[in-house]
């Protein structure tokens, strides 16, 4: 890989601001439980605490990771890397500008971060689809990026499209526009992208053969069949028969094709040829299993009525259950797990080493690295666990230590 002092530079200062958010979003979290018993829907508090994780942790390490793997995993360089620094400042001022305007309710602020988050991440996203053009030999993998990019274009659009309705209230349709814009992010884009990268990845690291096509081929024709039909379901009426039955059906699709997914990640882990476990594979199992709790509970969602949830601790109970375990028990687990594989690509092995071996010294003088990785792991799991007892304030407490430790085990490093 022939990599740049820039691409590295960039790509460590994306990680390291990511970990900065990480324990604020637990911090407000903490702050802000009382607002998770109120409705769900347009929740103001809620949406910023959201968008502190979804943006400030999720596509920030995405985004900076994606500078190094995507040339790896599909051999290709990134177009325009001058594009790196701008886009990063641009992002993290208009992040902070939109969350901060979105707690207070802000529409002047919330507009003017939306339309400056819509700017700089389109720039980094044309960078990425303007990279794939150089792909010579398509895949499972490079077809999955492609259409993990695409989605974030739509899902840009209709965030922009929110953020202005905040201040021009231009409110239409606004419950289906929002869920759209959930499933167009979180389904279409970040778990889009796992996919598509763990396709190449995870037999890269793992030394394992790559699944048969049919089964990728089903999982993506599943997966953009069901974020297709639910989009398509919003131009509908809401209680039309098109409606309803285009969102069942497209729920379905998505639980399903997402279930296969983690059929094929299981199979693929299961026959690969170094059995031992890493703290890695630890997390990359965790997060598999939140999201086939939150998949299966997604299913459940859509499948009964929803007077009916009130008996299983209340409709905003089950809609934010479901949320978290998606969001961070299964993408938080797994990006940062993968932050323990990504850094041997960021900087040499040797220099990586050196640094873990002598990183502690001062701040955890009888506990080794090793094992300090696995007390964090521990704290993660403990953390998400109790959230699906929706025992809020404890369950930031604990992911809060966690992701300070998370900090400190990357800062110290001294990168």
């Known amino acids: 890989m022939n990599a740049t002092d820039s691409s590295i530079e960039i790509s460590l200062k994306h990680i390291k601001t990511a970990l900065i958010f990480l324990p604020v979003f637990f911090v407000l979290m903490f702050l802000d439980s009382k607002s998770f018993n109120e409705y769900f829907f347009m929740n103001y508090k809620i949406i910023a605490l959201t968008h502190v994780f979804t943006l400030g942790f999720l596509l920030m390490v995405?985004?900076?990771?994606?500078?190094?793997?995507?040339?790896?995993?599909?051999?290709?360089?990134?177009?325009?890397?001058?594009?790196?620094?701008?886009?990063?400042?641009?992002?993290?001022?208009?992040?902070?500008?939109?969350?901060?305007?979105?707690?207070?309710?802000?529409?002047?602020?919330?507009?003017?971060?939306?339309?400056?988050?819509?700017?700089?991440?389109?720039?980094?996203?044309?960078?990425?689809?303007?990279?794939?053009?150089?792909?010579?030999?398509?895949?499972?993998?490079?077809?999955?990026?492609?259409?993990?990019?695409?989605?974030?274009?739509?899902?840009?659009?209709?965030?922009?499209?929110?953020?202005?309705?905040?201040?021009?209230?231009?409110?239409?349709?606004?419950?289906?526009?929002?869920?759209?814009?959930?499933?167009?992010?979180?389904?279409?884009?970040?778990?889009?992208?796992?996919?598509?990268?763990?396709?190449?990845?995870l037999p890269m690291f793992y030394m394992t053969k790559t699944p048969d096509n049919l089964y990728w081929k089903t999982d993506l024709t599943a997966v953009n069949a069901g974020i297709l039909a639910i989009i398509a379901s919003s131009f509908f009426g809401n209680g039309s028969a098109a409606h309803i039955y285009l969102n069942l059906a497209g729920g379905w699709l998505l639980g399903l094709g997402i279930l296969l997914y983690c059929y094929i990640f299981f199979n693929l882990m299961l026959k690969r040829l170094k059995k031992k476990f890493d703290i890695t594979t630890f997390y990359l199992f965790a997060g598999i299993l939140f999201l086939i709790i939150a998949t299966l509970a997604g299913l459940f969602i859509i499948t009964v009525p929803q007077e009916k949830l009130n008996m299983f601790g209340g409709i905003n109970g089950v809609y934010y259950v479901f949320g978290f375990l998606g969001l961070f028990g299964f993408a938080g687990m797994v990006i940062i797990g993968f932050l323990h594989k990504i850094f041997p690509f960021l900087i040499s092995l040797k220099v990586f080493e050196k640094a873990k071996k002598g990183a502690y010294g001062k701040l955890f003088s009888d506990l080794k690295t090793k094992y300090l990785e696995y007390v964090i792991f521990a704290l993660f799991l403990a953390g998400s666990i109790l959230w699906i007892f929706y025992l809020i304030q404890l369950a930031a407490a604990v992911l809060f230590a966690a992701s300070i430790l998370l900090l400190f085990h990357i800062f110290s490093m001294g990168w």
């Not at 890397?81 to 992040?95: H, M, N």
């Not at 700017?119 to 053009?133: E, I, P, Q, R, T």
């Not at 989605?151 to 239409?172: H, Q, R």
């Open 62 to 201: 995405i985004m900076g990771a994606s500078y190094m793997l995507l040339p790896v995993a599909l051999g290709v360089k990134i177009a325009y890397e001058k594009l790196f620094f701008p886009v990063y400042y641009a992002y993290v001022i208009s992040l902070l500008l939109f969350v901060i305007g979105m707690h207070y309710l802000s529409g002047a602020m919330i507009a003017a971060g939306g339309v400056l988050l819509f700017a700089s991440v389109l720039v980094y996203n044309l960078n990425v689809l303007l990279s794939l053009k150089k792909v010579k030999k398509w895949d499972y993998s490079s077809a999955g990026i492609a259409f993990a990019y695409s989605y974030l274009f739509a899902g840009l659009s209709i965030g922009l499209y929110l953020a202005l309705s905040f201040y021009f209230k231009i409110g239409l349709n606004l419950y289906d526009i929002l869920q759209d814009h959930i499933y167009v992010m979180f389904i279409g884009f970040a778990a889009m992208l796992f996919i598509a990268v763990s396709y190449r990845l």
